[in-house]
């Protein structure tokens, strides 16, 4: 085919800047490619190499599924792939056999490589590349040497469209920063979608999709897991994603609250009611009417409150401190703790009735420690938002080195700890040159992963990786009162097929008495 480059140049450029939105200049560019070589789709990718990532910025196909790629961390493969091509810069890659290429392969998990064919060209300012351009058919074998010259053309025009986008963002993000007191007294209406949690898609997968069952229904549910794994998180997505979302999310530290306080603090008063109550008030689980609660560390309530706790979710009705008539509630309950509730009940602290009412739907939300692939996409998330409540303008990078390094620590504190290292860097940070990594002085550069004898008393051992399987299906046997398979079973818990979970049962010498 014969084509006037100096015309195709020209009118794809006027298309590229005719919007400051990416995904319609994509839309539009993917049409008028169309007319000389096969194109099912378009993508437009952000590298941000400090964080081992590949962001996708935009992506639209001729069909009208314009699902974006995930954030993507890169594994050695593909990262090593990607520092070959920047040091020699291609004007165009051909990539006839996806799947055969270690960063296609990354990038399209959940496309069927055997039937797509793509044309990748590296975007680069200053001698730095900020990302990639790229264009998809459908089958393999597609494109040819000229279908990839035609492309490179448009390599500056598609540059200049992708910076003016990012610094189009950054004026968004300055804006937001200037309304960001704003944003804090809104935040407890904001909505929260599974796509919206960073590692909903890696680590989180299988909680999330246990969050899907359970948030269209009132089923109470408690959250087990160490502290600051994100409990607080996960209670919010089941609220906004079920039909009370447009009420109340109360959320109450039973911790935090003195025990004499308690009482009035989750069902109120009335005026008179006590030394100080010179008027009436409403509780939690009032405010919460037609919502949701969410009670975190519930292990810390004081006896009586457990009574109280229960009529109320037994009856659905409360009754204020000094109070003579009841009040009927209707309220969603979520509960959160770090302790065992079961050694609690055993020795009197916790009660028995209240533990079944509350522990219908339990969700064990693993440590940091045990999900390593969450660790970029939760820096990068903890860096803009730190950034933006510190007014840091261009957040600080993170040195490859570093990255592996925060990657390999065990983080006993978990998202928290992880939040509160890099905002302490970012506060450590400032007024230092931009282009100057992070760095983590806490840590001395080399946080390392802590030496488990360090925490056993003398004389004591570790369990056997037999013994520590075993001991973790019988306490989740526990939970579901030894149900196995269907809704809520053990299976379902610990994320396994139920007949995998009963082999493993009779190898570790566990009694089935599986229950329908």
């Known amino acids: 085919m014969k084509i006037n480059e100096n015309d195709f140049f020209r009118h794809a450029t006027l298309l590229i800047c005719s919007s400051l939105d990416i995904d319609t200049v994509l839309r539009r560019c993917m049409k008028y490619l169309a007319k000389y070589m096969p194109v099912s789709g378009m993508f437009l990718n952000r590298f941000e190499p400090e964080l081992g990532l590949i962001r996708c910025l935009a992506m639209v196909s001729g069909n009208g599924d314009n699902k974006r790629l995930n954030p993507t961390a890169l594994d050695k493969d593909a990262i090593r792939f990607i520092e070959s091509d920047r040091k020699s810069p291609q004007q165009y890659i051909i990539v006839n056999q996806p799947k055969l290429n270690p960063v296609a392969r990354m990038l399209f998990k959940e496309f069927d490589l055997s039937d797509l064919s793509v044309i990748g060209i590296v975007l680069t300012l200053d001698g730095q590349a900020i990302g990639a351009l790229g264009i998809m058919a459908q089958g393999e074998g597609q494109f040819t040497e000229f279908h990839g010259q035609l492309v490179s053309l448009l390599r500056e025009p598609f540059t200049i469209a992708m910076s003016n986008a990012l610094r189009y963002q950054e004026v968004l993000k300055l804006k937001e920063m200037v309304e960001v007191e704003n944003w804090e007294l809104r935040r407890e209406t904001n909505r929260i979608s599974v796509d919206e949690i960073v590692g909903a898609n890696f680590g989180l997968k299988s909680i999330m999709e246990m969050v899907r069952q359970v948030a269209p229904v009132d089923t109470p549910v408690m959250l087990l897991g160490e502290s600051g794994v994100g409990k607080e998180v996960i209670a919010n997505a089941i609220h906004e994603m079920s039909p009370r979302r447009n009420f109340a999310f109360i959320k109450v530290n039973c911790g935090a609250i003195p025990g004499d306080l308690l009482d009035s603090e989750l069902f109120g008063h009335e005026k008179g009611a006590f030394t100080g109550a010179i008027e009436s008030k409403r509780g ?57 509730l079961e050694e609690m009940i055993v020795s009197g602290h916790f009660r028995e009735d209240l533990w079944y009412r509350i522990n219908t739907f339990p969700i064990m939300i693993p440590p940091l420690r ?23 303008h261009t957040p600080p990078h993170i040195t490859p080195a570093d990255l592996e390094l925060l990657k390999a620590y065990s983080w006993p504190g978990n998202i928290r700890e992880l939040e509160n290292l890099i905002e302490r860097a970012l506060i450590q940070s400032k007024g230092q040159n931009e282009k100057v990594p992070l760095r983590f002085d806490p840590f001395n550069s080399a946080p390392k992963t802590h030496d488990e004898r360090e925490f056993l008393p003398a004389g004591h051992r570790l369990p056997t990786l037999d013994e520590a399987m075993s001991e973790h299906i019988k306490r989740a046997l526990r939970l579901t009162n030894g149900k196995i398979s269907g809704q809520n079973g053990t299976a379902q818990i610990l994320g396994i097929n139920p007949n995998t979970l009963r082999s493993r049962m009779r190898k570790l010498g566990i009694p089935l008495h599986d229950k329908p």
């Not at 037609?290 to 309530?301: C, N, P, R, T, V």
């Not at 998330?381 to 840091?392: F, G, M």
């Open 284 to 340: 939690f689980f009032e405010r919460a009417d037609k919502g949701s609660i969410f009670l975190d560390e519930i292990g810390e309530l004081s006896p009586q409150a457990q009574v109280r706790l229960l009529r109320a979710i037994q009856n659905g009705e409360i009754r204020r401190v000094g109070g003579k008539n009841t009040i009927p509630v209707d309220v969603r309950v979520m509960s959160a703790t770090h302790r065992n």
């Open 370 to 392: 045990h999900r390593k692939e969450d660790i970029p996409p939760l820096i990068h998330h903890i860096l803009e938002k730190k950034s933006k409540s510190l007014k840091i």
